[in-house]
Nanobody
Framework: QVRLVESGGGSVQAGGSLKLSCEVS????????LAWFRQAPGKEREGVAA?????????ADSVKGRFTISADTAKSNSTSYLQMNSLKPEDTAMYFC???????????????WGQGTQVTVSS
């Protein structure tokens, strides 16, 4: 059974930083993508960043230059990270990690999801 568990969310003031982690277990594939999405109250879910097995990355324009995605696949369970710097109040949302088989990096159509971790940025 595939399981994704996020951690690292919290409250921070504008300009601060947070690092989210997502541990993926029960998932076996040599070709996969790991991604982060977010959803603020009353808004649609937004793709934030993704990384594939070759290390190719995709980052949404809204967070480019501030957020960085990385992944550690050397362990038996893969872990993805989202380093968030220069946080703004508009970054406040529930952040979800996702995983799926993929041939190249993408920010859509993921089959496996975590429960989410809340990020709140105050001005």
């Amino acid at each position: 059974q595939v399981r994704l568990v996020e951690s690292g969310g919290g409250s921070v003031q504008a300009g601060g930083s947070l690092k989210l982690s997502c541990e993926v277990s029960g998932y076996v594939s040599s070709r996969n993508c790991l991604a982060w999405f977010r959803q603020a109250p009353g808004k649609e879910r937004e793709g934030v960043a993704a990384i594939d097995s070759d290390g190719r990355k995709m980052v949404a324009d809204s967070v480019k230059g501030r957020f960085t995605i990385s992944a550690d696949t050397a362990k038996s369970n893969s872990t993805s990270y989202l380093q968030m710097n220069s946080l703004k109040p508009e970054d406040t949302a529930m952040y979800f990690c996702a995983a799926d088989i993929c041939s190249t990096v993408r920010l859509y159509e993921y089959d496996y999801w975590g429960q989410g971790t809340q990020v709140t940025v105050s001005s």
